[in-house]
């Protein structure tokens, strides 16, 4: 039999190391939100970016936007990774970059999921996607947030005033 002083040697043992355990998850966790926080970009503008900051990264990888106010840029047939999208809006919250929206009009539902699929599989090649099926649609997300827990973007297909459309959407975060 072992006697108490080895037993409570063992319960200290034990603590420390389950102390020093959670010490390292926590700094695991720590380190991937920091990272997450610099890696969430749209092309190369970083969510989070002050606007005048952002504005200037927009114009630099996208072109002269069609409009421009405080909490929104806007481009007419922007390509952007191999595809032409018809409407993209870049979104401020606060003087800082939360959101982007990337829009292909279609002209039937069937058309949408087809640009839905073909996003879908260029977007597989640089990012883990998650499958989804709601409301009789599939869509997908990917990446990750840059608060660290839920996703960079979701590729989605919807009605919208009664036109459809595939739609790609970086956040709002």
């Not at 720590?30 to 926080?37: I, K, P, V």
Request: aromatic share 16%.
């Amino acid at each position: 039999m072992h006697s108490q002083g080895y037993l409570k040697r063992k319960y200290e043992d034990n603590k420390n190391m389950l102390s020093r355990f959670l010490v390292i998850i926590f700094s695991l966790i720590l380190a991937t939100n920091t990272y997450a926080e610099r890696g969430a970009k749209v092309g190369n503008v970083t969510m989070g970016m002050d606007y005048e900051q952002a504005l200037d990264s927009i114009r630099t990888e996208f072109g002269k936007p069609n409009i421009v106010n405080q909490d929104t840029v806007l481009f007419r047939n922007l390509s952007y990774r191999g595809f032409v999208f018809d409407k993209v809006l870049f979104k401020f919250k606060a003087a800082k970059f939360n959101e982007a929206r990337f829009f292909i009009y279609a002209k039937n539902k069937a058309a949408a999921v087809k640009d839905l699929s073909r996003l879908s599989e260029a977007f597989k090649k640089n990012y883990s996607l998650a499958e989804d099926y709601e409301d009789g649609l599939y869509f997908y997300k990917g990446g990750i947030s840059p608060k660290g827990i839920g996703h960079l973007f979701t590729i989605s297909v919807a009605k919208r005033q009664g036109n459809w459309n595939t739609e790609l959407t970086f956040g709002p975060f």
